[in-house]
């Protein structure tokens, strides 16, 4: 006796994912440049090698800076160009951080990440502190020549550099004690420390 078989036609849906391509966005990264270009301040430009890079610099700013910056990303291989983003002549780490902030609000999304100059990363050394003796009854301070420097601290925890030393006089033992005045405030600064000691060398 002949045996039949029934065939069942089975239909299967596949759904294929694709990662997505990376935006022009996250593909995107920006030397900076304080016044090492020749771009104008606020504009920006593809180089896709290095002597594309070279063909903008100023000899002003940190053009030397920008010019390592560029040799270390080049040698990694020209498959991918690099942006140099111009933000003008600054004359302090503070004024080019403020320089990238308003430009980033003015523009946003246009570069994924920035490669700044390597000052921006050190908080700068206060003016030298202003240091007063003053009569206080409930002073332990022992007579002698003080030495005071102070720095500002960041929100992660980073020290900046010193300023100058102070030098102060206490001539009545256990009845003057020396006040420091708070030096001027500093974008990315939320505090300052005080050292002081009786000798310039603590």
Do not use: H
Not at 28 to 49: E, H, K, P, W
Not at 91 to 99: D, K, M, R, Y
Not at 119 to 125: G, H, Q
Not at 133 to 158: E, R
């Amino acid at each position: 006796m002949a045996t039949s078989q029934l065939l069942r036609i089975v239909s299967e849906n596949l759904t294929v994912q694709y990662p997505p391509e990376p935006s022009q966005l996250q593909q995107s990264g920006a030397l900076i440049s304080v016044g090492g270009s020749t771009l104008a301040s606020g504009s920006y430009q593809y180089c896709s090698n290095m002597s594309e890079v070279q063909s903008i610099l100023s000899t002003a700013g940190n053009y030397a800076e920008l010019t390592n910056m560029a040799t270390t990303f080049f040698a990694q291989g020209n498959l991918q160009g690099v942006y140099v983003l111009e933000l003008g002549v600054q004359t302090t780490p503070q004024g080019g951080i403020a320089a990238l902030q308003t430009w980033i609000t003015a523009n946003p999304k246009v570069f994924y990440a920035y490669c700044v100059p390597a000052d921006w990363d050190t908080m700068p050394a206060p003016a030298s502190p202003t240091v007063t003796v003053t009569a206080d009854s409930t002073s332990t301070l022992p007579a002698g020549t003080y030495y005071t420097q102070i720095a500002y601290l960041n929100a992660g925890g980073t020290i900046g550099q010193l300023s100058p030393v102070v030098t102060s006089d206490v001539t009545a033992a256990d009845t003057d004690s020396l006040v420091v005045t708070s030096p001027a405030t500093l974008t990315g600064a939320n505090a300052y420390l005080v050292y002081m000691g009786t000798s310039s060398s603590e």
